[in-house]
Nanobody
Framework: QVQLVESGGGLVQAGGSLRLSCTAS????MGWFRQAPGKEREFVTS????????NYADSVKDRFTISRDNAKNTVYLQMNSLKPEDTAVYYC???????????????????WGQGTQVTVSS
């Protein structure tokens, strides 16, 4: 079983920053998704297994940055210029080991972290 442990959520004022971390039990293509109350889970960003490729939702590009430290099997989500609409539970996810490319679809991810709450106040 692939284990994902994420952390770094919290309460921040609009315009502030947070960094989320997700540590996996091995190297995988990874993604971040978020879910706000009453909304479906939505794609935020993803990174290939090697870290050579990334992609972002339009709503977060130029504000969020995904990166990874493969020596630690850890993926990070640096969130800058946070907005109240960024408020959500953020989930990291890992693709099956057979797939190393980025993906925007939650159905392409096999393993999920427990989620961490990000709240942005106005």
């Amino acid at each position: 079983q692939v284990q994902l442990v994420e952390s770094g959520g919290g309460l921040v004022q609009a315009g502030g920053s947070l960094r989320l971390s997700c540590t996996a039990s091995g190297p995988y293509a990874m993604g971040w998704f978020r879910q706000a109350p009453g909304k479906e889970r939505e794609f935020v960003t993803s990174i290939s297994r090697s870290g050579s490729s990334t992609n972002y939702a339009d709503s977060v590009k130029d504000r969020f940055t995904i990166s990874r430290d493969n020596a630690k099997n850890t993926v990070y989500l640096q969130m800058n210029s946070l907005k109240p609409e960024d408020t959500a539970v953020y989930y990291c996810a890992a693709r099956h080991r057979n797939f190393y490319l980025t993906s925007k679809s939650d159905s392409d991810y096999a393993y999920w972290g427990q989620g961490t709450q990000v709240t942005v106040s106005s």
